[in-house]
């Protein structure tokens, strides 16, 4: 069963994100709160954390379109493919916030995700979540909390995500109530802007 940790975002506690780092580090599933709706993550870098996810979603690893979190622009190039000025003055104008840009990979891109042309960077307004991914060094590989509710697409209550997930992930972490809309989902890989769905982020950052 997984361990329910509160973590307040206005100061996460360091002994209690150390504690989730270590899980992430040695492969382990953490459910943590983001500047959008909850999200379930795992080390970028841990295949077998990966191949864990992609079970609980029931899909093929190498065809998952998961985001990757970041702690800042840093990241970008990691990942990414040089950007040009415009491109990276949106970047700079919507991070961090309640957005997933697509932009095109790069050949540095973990095994898992080689075969992909374009991946979905993501830096949250969520002092937990960029905290997470600061102490453990590298983006996490993250997607969204679905809920079977027809009438409610995410379950906004940690409480209840624990109860749901606890015989599926290490950790909940209890960053108070999520929010039950997702982030804009923005396209930049060709260059020109293409909103591909309309979330919390307003679509008048161009």
Not at 113 to 120: I, W
Not at 126 to 135: D, G, P, Q, Y
Not at 159 to 184: C, H, Q, R
Request: charged share 30%; hydrophobic share 35%.
């Amino acid at each position: 069963m997984s361990e329910f940790i509160k973590i307040y975002p206005e100061n996460p506690n360091p002994k209690e994100i150390k504690k989730v780092v270590d899980v992430l580090k040695k492969g382990g599933l953490v459910i943590y709160p983001t500047d959008t709706v909850y999200g379930l993550g795992c080390d970028i870098t841990n295949t077998k954390a990966l191949e864990k996810i992609a079970r609980i979603k029931g899909i093929k690893l190498d065809k998952a379109n998961w985001s990757f979190i970041c702690a800042d622009l840093s990241n970008l190039s990691d990942y990414t493919r040089q950007i040009d000025t415009r491109t990276f003055k949106i970047l700079k104008r919507a991070l961090p916030g309640p957005y997933t840009f697509i932009l095109p990979g790069n050949n540095n891109l973990p095994k898992e995700f080689k075969k992909k042309k374009t991946v979905g960077i993501r830096v949250p307004d969520n002092s937990i979540a960029k905290t997470l991914v600061e102490v453990l060094g590298n983006p996490i590989v993250s997607t969204s909390i679905h809920d079977e509710d027809e009438l409610l697409e995410y379950t906004t209550d940690p409480e209840l995500i624990y109860e749901k997930w606890k015989n599926l992930v290490d950790i909940v972490i209890d960053g108070g109530y999520g929010d039950n809309v997702a982030s804009t989902v923005i396209d930049l890989s060709e260059g020109e802007p293409i909103v591909l769905r309309e979330g919390k982020g307003s679509i008048d950052i161009f």
